[in-house]
């Protein structure tokens, strides 16, 4: 290994795969952590593209990732398993017994702005994207999370967000940096959950509301005592009321944080001010439903109509938001031209569409990338309508994002069937899964004619429309 | 006014006095900060090398800021008194009514190494030096102290410490940062800090020993509630185990930061770890005389023998301390010969003289510098020398720091006389006292021949254990 290598990372949230967001940065090296829930065929796509050096694994990925390292012949290395020896850290052992060479003479960090991660991320191509991420960058995000968080030495955050997740928004460093305890999560069991908070004093956590759901559904939480606060950063979706009134009376506080793997997780955030404490669930509903305001480390987040002017601060007018300064990644790897269409204007392009309150604040109203965010997860919308549009009866598919209270989004199907051709929702619903990972299957189908443009584009904001009524009547 | 543009303040720790930290800034000007304590000539010398282009001042120090301003044609405004006009923040409607033009368009700050303040130090010369400070520096050390201090939005930051003083030690810029609380103190009035601390909840304040002697001494202590602990970060000397005790019964938790205002305030920290709590006063207070382990924003602190190599942590063997990276200053205003000189071998020299102990932390033991830090203040040797030196009784005047558990250390002065000459203690302390500010004249005189190397020099090194001797038979 030398700087500049890229080494990637399948494990979930183990005391080496925290080690590895230090160890690998501090020779120079450059993490690329993998959604532990991807396919061979995926982390394969990945390690080829990113040109990987080597694969370092837990044991519950092995298989997928050993399958995928030696598909693209590239070396594996998978972590002692807690039977075998408990939460073993010997990766460096295992490195020296293979006689890989780490020269870390020649590789320490010599710029701020070289890259420290590269994580991929659905865009709105099938393909993921290789994001860059720079020293500098996560540097300052990373400071920015602990003033956001209002982490300190006497802090205990539990890992529930997954680490491979945009290095965890940062909070990988951002723990360290604060002198708080690290609490890791191999995965999230909700009785492992509790137990884990109440044995660490727990203070903070950060999630999507996928897993808040599963905390205040699981008996444990009878256990849990409610006075010790803990301070949860959701991200991913806004917080229902009812989802608010129950963590309140569980005792969690709630930060809604905004942000995408190419701003290196959180650039706003939007917290209850001490005074809102008292009002109701509706109202602090709509309060944390906005993305806030700036994260103190980001630079610039504005909100631009088409004619890359500020849209005014009237709760009405929608403008895309668009982001500069620090927080922003170096550009997609070897995506030249991904790359210069997210920087047009010399500003990056989120694709997320929003008003600017009165109060300086932010919040998204709709959405002009084909992307959808399930717990926390990016799905492209074409990746899903490619394997459709692979079925013999459908002539056209159109997915968009359908607002889920428990996963954010869910993918909404809608379908225009072949002349002379009959196809139902479970007949698609097991294609999509035989194709796609199953967190990517849409949940909802619905069939008829799509609206179209007068040059034939199907109207995918009518769409989304639709799936918001749509799913609003399911509940 | 506009971007390069110095901008002088002489005042208290007062709204305006905080608000010029921003407001100077924020147009591209760079803000000097003057000590109060200094007199006209001082003031003068200062704004004349400066290149001042206005001076602010609050109406304490009125007077003294307006000769000064008047002898160097420098324009002089002066803040609304609080019996004028109570909290008065009106500085701008001041410069609006005088025409001055603050072309806001013209000014923004557009590179982060351009220079933000300028601090004038007593060194090792008479003439004080002017320290340039830049954004980035500013900026980093500030949230280092947010991190170091663990401030958030909960906490109260009381300000007895002056803010003309290295800008507070950034922590102007800091408490803001932390969406903390600035509470402003004019001046230490020890019933006012206990008055205020009750009525803000106040957690964080910091501040030279002799501030905490002021508050120990005085009757309001009584009505101080030791339950809600108070973090009092100390600079300037080691606690004794005496303060440290009083110190805990009082409810206030020590932090022992070093720094320079080279070095943008704290570039190292000492506190007591949570298993040391349990320890004694005699044992706290050797662990809080460690000058400690680097700043989380401090690039890099070393100390380094004579052949510029690490000495061992071995707590014995002395080297200089040295700085480097990006709180460290970027030089001394229009005083290349001292800049080059500070900055030999691309390290900043501190001139402290310190051991390393086996944990990381470091301990200062001697100074290279003929400097004494009496009650936080930089004072010159040189300049007291200089003093005594036009005295007709004095051959020869050697100024040292003798350890004082008040101040810290105060100016000890050995003296040859000539010979057929007479003179006593008395009689040179009010010769110093009209030349020099009060605080700089020496409180211990000492007769007889001064030790000298074989080509004449003084041998300061000798004087300085004589004075640690004669201070300890003192006490």
Chains 1, 2 share one sequence.
Not at 97 to 126: F, H, R
Not at 154 to 183: D, E, I, K, Q
Not at 251 to 268: A, I, K, N, Q
């Amino acid at each position: 290994m030398q700087a500049g290598d890229v080494v990637s990372v399948m494990a979930g949230n183990r005391p080496e795969m925290l080690a590895a967001h230090y160890a690998v940065p501090m020779i120079g090296a450059v993490l690329n952590t993998v959604n532990t829930r991807l396919d061979a065929d995926a982390v394969g796509f990945i390690l080829n593209h990113a040109e990987s050096r080597m694969v370092l694994s837990d044991a519950a990925s092995r298989d997928v990732a050993s399958l995928a390292a030696k598909a693209k012949n590239v070396q594996c290395v998978v972590f002692a398993d807690d039977g075998e020896r408990h939460a073993s850290l010997d990766v460096l052992d295992l490195l020296a017994d293979d006689g890989i060479d780490i020269a870390l003479e020649n590789s320490a960090v010599v710029d701020e702005w070289q890259p420290i991660s590269l994580n991929y991320t659905s865009g709105t191509t099938g393909d993921p994207k290789g994001v860059v991420c720079h020293h500098r960058g996560a540097y300052l995000n990373s400071i920015g999370n602990v003033l956001a968080l209002g982490l300190n030495s006497r802090s205990a955050y539990l890992w529930t967000l997954p680490m491979f997740h945009c290095n965890g928004w940062c909070h990988t460093w951002a723990v360290t940096a604060a002198g708080a305890l690290h609490v890791c999560l191999d995965k999230v069991d909700p009785g492992v959950v509790f137990a884990e908070i109440a044995r660490h004093g727990v203070t903070h956590m950060s999630c999507a509301p996928v897993v808040l759901y599963m905390l205040l559904n699981h008996p444990a939480r009878e256990g849990h005592d409610p006075a010790r606060r803990v301070n949860v950063a959701m991200g991913g979706a806004a917080p229902t009321s009812t989802l608010i009134n129950e963590l309140d009376a569980l005792g969690f506080d709630l930060t809604h944080l905004y942000g995408l793997t190419e701003s290196f997780g959180p650039v706003t955030m939007q917290t209850l001010a001490e005074h809102q404490n008292s009002i109701d669930a509706a109202a602090k509903a709509v309060e944390l439903s906005k993305q806030g305001v700036r994260h103190i480390s980001a630079s610039r987040v504005r909100v631009l109509d088409d004619a890359a002017k500020d849209v005014p601060a009237d709760g009405v007018t929608l403008g895309e938001i668009v982001l500069a300064g620090n927080t922003v990644m170096a550009g997609y790897y070897r995506d030249a031209e991904a790359t210069a269409a997210a920087f047009l204007n010399d500003v990056f392009h989120t694709g997320d569409m929003a008003v600017r309150h009165s109060d300086g604040s932010i919040e998204i109203k709709d959405r002009s990338k084909d992307i959808i965010i399930s717990g926390g997860e990016n799905i492209s919308s074409i990746e899903i309508e490619n394997a459709l549009h692979q079925h013999p009866a459908v002539l056209l598919a159109a997915v968009v994002a359908a607002p889920d209270p428990k996963w954010g989004e869910t993918p909404y199907a809608f379908i225009e069937v072949r002349p002379n051709a009959g196809v139902n929702s479970e007949e698609l619903k097991a294609y999509c899964r035989e194709r796609l990972a199953p967190y990517k299957t849409p949940r909802h189908f619905s069939f008829g004619e799509l609206p179209k443009t007068g040059t034939g584009k199907v109207q995918k904001f009518m769409l989304r429309a639709r799936a918001r009524e749509l799913a609003a009547g399911a509940e």
